[in-house]
């Protein structure tokens, strides 16, 4: 995010990811974007207490619960991504997409 957000100034980005790369991630982009999702497959952060407080409550991040990312769309750029939650399916437009998983989701 931090080399790459300033091409998503103004525009809203999702962050997929629930730990504290994913909370850095999203407080990076809050600072330029103009909306940012954490799409998250739990119901709750693993991020620390503290990182995960400041996300939860920034007036520009909200996070999607229980959601999992099931394709991203778009022709040349990004338009919006498809996300999985619980057997239904929704539409979550977004210029941008930071990955924060880990290294063994």
């Known amino acids: 995010a931090t080399?790459?957000?300033f091409l998503f100034r103004?525009?809203?980005v999702m962050v997929v990811g629930g730990g504290d790369h994913a909370m850095e991630d999203a407080l990076y982009?809050?600072?330029s974007s103009r909306?940012?999702?954490i799409v998250h497959r739990r119901d709750r952060l693993r991020a620390s207490k503290i990182l995960a407080d400041r996300v939860l409550n920034h007036s520009s991040i909200s996070v999607r619960w229980n959601a999992e990312?099931?394709?991203f769309h778009g022709k040349n750029e990004l338009s919006h991504a498809t996300l999985r939650v619980g057997s239904g399916v929704e539409r979550l437009d977004v210029a941008?997409?930071?990955v924060a998983i880990g290294h063994v989701p």
């Open 69 to 71: 990312v099931d394709a």
């Open 35 to 37: 909306r940012v999702t």
């Open 96 to 98: 941008g997409a930071f």
């Open 10 to 12: 103004g525009k809203d």
């Open 3 to 5: 080399c790459d957000g």
């Open 29 to 31: 982009l809050a600072r």
